[in-house]
């Protein structure tokens, strides 16, 4: 079965430091999507990328993030500097464009900056 | 899209039905019911979607009241490995089509 593939499973980073998560969405899924999810709430949008487009970074902290996906197949989420309240857990997902159809979640990429 | 409200936690015995509610009061017309639910440790994992109809798949059921305005999902046996967040979630699709998750439903099912 096709799954989204995130990688690292895990990484520890030192304040101030950068780090970039990858994501390879599921094969002819156009839509991809970052999701921030902190300890004990639900998953966070940061940003929506239709192909190789931006559709919805509105909850993207820009002064530090920043998201690509170049070729509109897999796509890199970047923090620069990281910070203590970015500890975290990075989620990609993709699906199908358009219209109601499910999304297919990565394992996630756990993030501890200390 | 329309805010959902959900119980932070249920309690459901092995080999029994779940129900899970969701209030969706301020639904309107072209928004569908979602639910998701995430094991611990994993990425949300896609249940059912219904806009008006009852829905059932593999994996559950979904009853939506004829005011939309509520609706619950049911899981008809469930087992252990249906211990997880269960997140209820409403969507208008199209071009907006994006999952905005609240805090969800801790399920756990004891043996």
């Known amino acids: 079965e096709a799954e989204v593939a995130q990688s690292p499973r895990y990484k520890i980073t030192e304040k101030s430091q950068a780090v970039a998560f990858w994501c390879d969405p599921i094969?002819?899924?156009?839509?991809l999507y970052w999701y921030r999810q902190i300890l004990g709430q639900g998953p966070e949008l940061l940003v929506q990328?239709?192909?190789?487009?931006?559709?919805?970074d509105s909850q993207l902290p820009k002064d530090r993030f920043s998201a690509e996906r170049l070729k509109g197949v897999d796509s890199t989420l970047k923090i620069q500097p990281a910070e203590l309240g970015d500890s975290a857990m990075y989620l990609c997902?993709?699906?199908?464009?358009?219209?109601?159809?499910?999304?297919?979640f990565g394992q996630g990429t756990r993030l501890t900056v200390v | 899209d329309a805010k959902t409200t959900q119980p932070p936690s249920m309690d459901c015995a092995e080999g029994r039905a779940a129900n899970l509610p969701c209030n969706h009061s301020?639904?309107?017309?072209?928004?569908?019911v979602y639910w998701y639910r995430q094991i611990h440790s994993q990425g949300p994992q896609y249940i059912i979607h219904?806009?008006?109809n009852n829905e059932t798949n593999e994996m559950a059921s979904l009853i939506i009241t004829e005011d939309r305005k509520s609706s619950t999902l049911i899981l008809p046996h469930a087992t252990l490995r249906d211990t997880a967040v269960y997140y209820c979630i409403v969507n208008s699709g199209g071009s907006n089509y994006k999952l905005t998750f609240g805090k969800g439903t801790l399920l756990t099912v004891n043996p």
């Open positions: 094969s002819g899924h156009a839509t």
């Open positions: 990328f239709q192909d190789e487009s931006v559709v919805d």
């Open positions: 997902a993709s699906s199908f464009p358009g219209g109601h159809t499910e999304a297919f």
């Open positions: 219904g806009l008006k």
């Open positions: 301020t639904i309107s017309g072209n928004e569908y």
